[in-house]
T-cell receptor, first 110, second 117 residues
Framework: EDQVTQSPEALRLQEGESSSLNCSYTVSGLRGLFWYRQDPGKGPEFLFT???AGEEKEKERLKATLTKKESFLHITAPKPEDSATYLCAVQETSGSRLTFGEGTQLTVNP | GAVVSQHPSRVICKSGTSVKIECRSLDFQATTMFWYRQFPKQSLMLMATSNEGSKATYEQGVEKDKFLINHASLTLSTLTVTSAHPEDSSFYIC?????????????FGSGTRLTVV
C-alpha cells in the first residue's frame, strides 16, 4: 500500500526565512510525485510534478527535488502570501489514483 | 491550462435530503474524474474514481448507494449525496486527469462545502 508522510505538520517562518518541507513516500513503482498548494476553503492548486530521482523543478520562490525515498519543497525568502497548506501526493505506475500526505501548514509572518 | 469548474461552492441542506455536486472540465475532455472528501485539518481522501460511460469505482468503506456518481459525458461528472446526515458534512473536491497527463496530470475543482443540518 502506498504511503506518504509529510513533515513537519506545521511550520512558522518569518518573512525571508528560508526552509524546506519534506515528503517521504513508499510506493511499489513511482510514476509521479506531485506538489500542490491549498488555501483554506479552496481546492488544491498544482505546483510541480516530479518523475524520477534527481529531478528538480523551480517556480518563483519554490524548488522541488526528488530522491528515491523522499521529496523536498524548498522555499527561499518566503513572503506572507506563501502561507498555505502544501500537499504532496504520489501516483504509482500501475494506477491512476493519487495518494496524498497529510500536508504541511505553512505560516509566514511579516 | 486545464480548468475544472465545481458547483456549488457551498450548500446547506436538511438532514434526509439529497444534494448534487457538479464537476465540469472546461477546456479539455476528462475521461477519468476523481472525488475526494476532506475533513478539517486533514488531507484529501479518495472516495471514488469515475470513468466516462461506465460505473464508478468506490474506495473501501465508501457507500456507493449513498454517494452516487455519474459521469455521463467527457466534461461532466456529478456526485449526489443521498439522504444526507450531519456526519456527511465535509469538503468535497473533484479532480480530473488531464490526458496525456504530464505537468498538469491532475487538476482540481475549487471544492464544495456541504453542511447538513
Amino acid at each position: 500500500e502506498d504511503q506518504v508522510t509529510q513533515s513537519p505538520e506545521a511550520l512558522r517562518l518569518q518573512e525571508g526565512e528560508s526552509s524546506s518541507l519534506n515528503c517521504s513516500y513508499t510506493v511499489s513503482g513511482l510514476r509521479g510525485l506531485f506538489w500542490y498548494r491549498q488555501d483554506p476553503g479552496k481546492g488544491p492548486e498544482f505546483l510541480f510534478t516530479l518523475y524520477s530521482a534527481g529531478e528538480e523543478k523551480e517556480k518563483e520562490r519554490l524548488k522541488a527535488t526528488l530522491t528515491k525515498k523522499e521529496s523536498f519543497l524548498h522555499i527561499t525568502a518566503p513572503k506572507p502570501e506563501d502561507s498555505a497548506t502544501y500537499l504532496c501526493a504520489v501516483q504509482e505506475t500501475s494506477g491512476s489514483r493519487l495518494t496524498f500526505g497529510e500536508g504541511t501548514q505553512l505560516t509566514v509572518n511579516p | 491550462g486545464a480548468v475544472v469548474s465545481q458547483h456549488p461552492s457551498r450548500v446547506i441542506c436538511k438532514s434526509g435530503t439529497s444534494v448534487k455536486i457538479e464537476c465540469r472540465s472546461l477546456d479539455f475532455q476528462a475521461t477519468t474524474m476523481f472525488w475526494y472528501r476532506q475533513f478539517p485539518k486533514q488531507s484529501l481522501m479518495l472516495m471514488a474514481t469515475s470513468n466516462e460511460g461506465s460505473k464508478a469505482t468506490y474506495e473501501q468503506g465508501v457507500e456507493k448507494d449513498k454517494f452516487l456518481i455519474n459521469h455521463a459525458s467527457l466534461t461532466l461528472s456529478t456526485l449526489t449525496v443521498t439522504s444526507a446526515h450531519p456526519e456527511d458534512s465535509s469538503f468535497y473536491i473533484c479532480s480530473a486527469r488531464v490526458i496525456p497527463g504530464d505537468s498538469y496530470g491532475y487538476t482540481f475543482g475549487s471544492g464544495t462545502r456541504l453542511t447538513v443540518v
